[in-house]
């Protein structure tokens, strides 16, 4: 008896399991089915290779790179610094305005297409529902970040070839010593992008429009990148996640700075934290009726 009980008492915990990871495959094939999917990472792939090809273009002039960070100015000398760049580019704007397109739609998109209310009709708390969407707009932020890396990789090694990295402070490290680095610097992006996922899945639950959420979210974001810029507004930049974007480039001093890194991480985990347990209580108490 108390084996047959065992048995049935595991078989129920692990269709508990099987159940959650069938819910994230299910989100994760609506996004293989939606176009706007493919051309944000065919986004990500294709800009290095731009930035690339303009830098090879422009190789001779003495002004290229000028104005941007020092890694910038070295890409035309070592093809390790396009990511960088593509990163240092795109994570002002256009990074924030795909995190903010693809999670809006998370939940505002199915009430636009009528399906939140028959998912919800299955047994599954709101709390799992919630995260199971954050946890899909990560993972397709991800692939669009791992595809960037790839890029920028791929056609800076064509164009200008991979060498060692000449870091901020004046020392070289070796190509996989830089990889690694490379790789903390886009791991580190996409821990920002959390806190405009989790805002735009906030916006998600309090409307049935996936525009409408994706507006709001970039609007806050502005509002807050323009307040920052402003001395009035100096006691607020420490807890704003947009001071922190940059922040990557400290991982290419020797030793790496870690405080503000450290300090960005922190602040970007508060953010996603709050707005995702906000999202849950506004879904919670959300009217679903279509």
Known sequence: MS???G???GSTSGGMRGHKWGALRREWIKLLFQRRSYLIWGGAFVIPFLIALAFYLTRHNPENGGGGPPFVERITSNGMFVTLAALFFLIGFLLP?????????MIAGEAELGTLRILLLRPVRRGSFILAKWTIAMAYLGVGFLLMLASGLLFGGI?????PIVTFSGTTVSVPHGLVLIVLSMLYGLAAMACIVSMSLL?????DSSLTALIGTIVIYIVLTVLIQFSWFD???PWVFPTYLQEFTSFFRDPIYWRPIVKGLGV???WSGVLTFAAYLAFRRKDVLS
């Open 97 to 105: 305005l795909a995190a903010a397109m693809v999670a809006g739609y």
């Open 3 to 5: 084996t047959t009980h």
């Open 7 to 9: 048995h049935a008492h």
């Open 203 to 207: 916006f998600s639950t309090l409307t």
């Open 159 to 163: 164009f200008f070839g991979l060498h």
């Open 235 to 237: 006691w607020l930049k």
């Open 268 to 270: 970007f985990a508060l």
